[in-house]
């Protein structure tokens, strides 16, 4: 499966953006997930959305940001909410197969950037 994000851009901290991820084929079999990489950082797991429904966001995330699908448009959402400077970082989209150990596909990611 292809993966395209889309959304990132330039925020003020404490605004909001809108990230989304489009698949070329159905998701419904797959786990989602969006992930971020900072500059001179490791990729780290923000949130996960499981084909069971199951749901988990990062601690550093929790409240603020929000993981959807919509399997019938084969896309997944992320809504960030009260950015802060430290969620700058580049976004990826990623899915994985069920009982796979990791993520079998990645999208190109998008960048976010918030200022102070």
């Known amino acids: 499966v292809q993966l395209q994000a889309s959304g990132g851009g330039l925020m003020q901290a404490g605004g909001s953006l809108r990230l989304s991820c489009a698949a070329s084929?159905?998701?419904?079999?797959?786990?989602m997930a969006w992930c971020r990489q900072a500059p001179g950082k490791g990729r780290e797991l923000v949130a996960r959305f499981g084909y069971g429904g199951e749901i988990f966001h990062a601690a550093s995330v929790t409240g603020r940001f929000t993981i959807t699908r919509d399997n019938g448009k084969n896309m997944v959402f992320l809504q960030m909410n009260s950015l802060k400077p430290e969620d700058t970082a580049v976004y990826f989209c990623?899915?994985?197969?069920?009982?796979?150990?990791?993520?079998?596909?990645w999208g190109q990611g998008t960048q976010v950037t918030v200022s102070s």
């Open positions: 084929r159905s998701i419904r079999a797959y786990t």
């Open positions: 990623a899915a994985r197969i069920p009982f796979s150990a990791d993520y079998d596909y």
